[in-house]
């Protein structure tokens, strides 16, 4: 270990004594440690989905082991220069680069070593199984910088068994997502993704490589999920899973009248304690402002030889659609569709509106990936991201849907999806650092649209229509709170965080004293900016 460190200190060294920081070919470093200068590294690491910021980082790491993470947090920690880690990039405003200019940092690409999973390299998910009050609970231990797709074939084919809660898209990271949240329609049931793991291995901004749980280095363990990258790097996971179902029943229905849509969407979350054959597995919805978007959105779900006519089942203007699911598997098939239509005769949408479609777990699991690869396909993925995602209190969503639903976006096409879900508080742990409404029912509004270079939807009129937005909740006293979060100003982010700042502080000291890790998220200022060689 000090070998590794003092070689990896040795070249970070010769970086920062060139001049204006720029790269000299750097000297490889032995062993498994790759920290790179390759320019196709350096302008991978600059990046991100968003599109909207770049930052190129003073050298890239493709880590082999959890140890080479913590050389590099050692080596910034004592000579001043920050770490970003990253998953699969997928941060919509420059959350995972060092920094608004970069020239002061090194990318930790947890992907890890370079055209390799890691898995394929070095270790691969290990299956285990503890026994609580409830019984018998299988868990997974994953590399943190592990997808969720993989972790879930893994698993799955291997086991038969499924991580219990999900993100809607699963190129994601499980540190990336477990360092804010990771929510889907199975939240209200399972709460977060954050709420479903047993134990972190983390590197903290001092070097330190510590397994935290419930019982062990608790503090540490709460601050971490949900909490933005700014106490330490997720580097080995322990994630609870269940037996999983073969296939799934899925289901869409229209409203046009929005009260009956979240009077319905509520009640369906309240059966989370329910018997599985009286509730529903998997509850979404998304919001209508043009007839194209139905048609396009999760595309998989309708045949584009049988295309929804909206008009032809009496929906005008804007109108929600519901998602819902039914898991099943060989013992329950010929219950399944009983089920459903139990639950059904229960809501209030437009009878005519009823679509049903049966996949299997894994492709309704993987549903959004499909859309991906048709944007890949027609060059429209790499675009910027404007997104805004907002937690919104129950009690005020309806003063949302008039304002902004009703009033910004009605009459104009969408350029992507706008979700909205409602999620039950008390299935979040809130010693975590995720901060949420203080309601015990609030929605997810997810406004996941992507810019074009001329019309109404270029990067200005996206990102002005989200500043709008935001206003529109702060002059009505609509009291959200923002997923994802992008704050440019310590006093920005000590709002968002309330009563949960000091703590906050308080754990960044003691954990991160210097300020390297996670400069992206601009809450906490390098302590070496007295130098003068930092900006944002």
Known sequence: MASKLLLITFAICRLLSTVGFTMDPLARVTGHVQLSSDPDDLEAASRDFGGMSRAKPLAVLHPASAEDVVSVVRAGSAH???????????????????????????????????????RDVFTKPVLGKMINRSGASYYVDVWGGELWIDVLKWSLDEHGLAPKSWTDYLYLSVGGTLSNAGISGQAFHHGPQTSNVYELDVVTGKGELLTCSEEKNSELFHGVLGGLGQFGIITRARIALEPAPQRVKWVRVLYSN??????????????????????????????????GLINNWRSSFFSPRNPVNLTSIGAHGVFYCLEVTKNYDESTADMVDQVVETLLKKLDFIPSSVFTTDVTYLDFLDRVHKAELKLRAKNLWHVPHPWLNLFVPKSQISKFND???????????????????????????????????????????????????????????LRDQNRRILQFCEESGIKVKRY?????????????????????KEMKMKFDPYHILAVGQRIFRPSFTSHGIFDW
């Open 80 to 118: 001043g220069f920050t770490v970003s880690a990253r998953g699969h990039g997928h941060s919509i405003n420059g959350q995972a680069q060092v920094g608004r200019n970069g020239r002061n940092g090194v990318v930790i690409d947890m992907s890890g070593p370079k055209g390799r999973r890691f």
């Open 258 to 291: 929005f009260s009956a849509f979240t009077k319905d969407q509520e009640y369906l979350i309240s059966l989370r304690g329910g018997a599985s054959s009286e509730r529903f597995d998997y509850v979404e919805g998304f919001i209508i402002v043009d007839e």
């Open 403 to 461: 304002g902004v639903f009703k009033g910004m976006l009605a009459g104009n096409k969408t350029s992507g999806p706008i979700l909205l879900y409602p999620m039950n508080r008390n299935k979040w742990d809130h010693r975590s650092s995720v901060v949420t409404p203080d309601e015990e029912v609030f929605y997810l509004v997810a406004l996941l649209r992507s810019a074009t270079q001329e019309g109404p939807h270029t990067l200005d009129n």
């Open 484 to 504: 994802l979060p992008d704050y440019s100003t310590q006093d920005e982010w000590k709002g968002h965080f309330g009563e949960k700042w000091e703590s906050f």
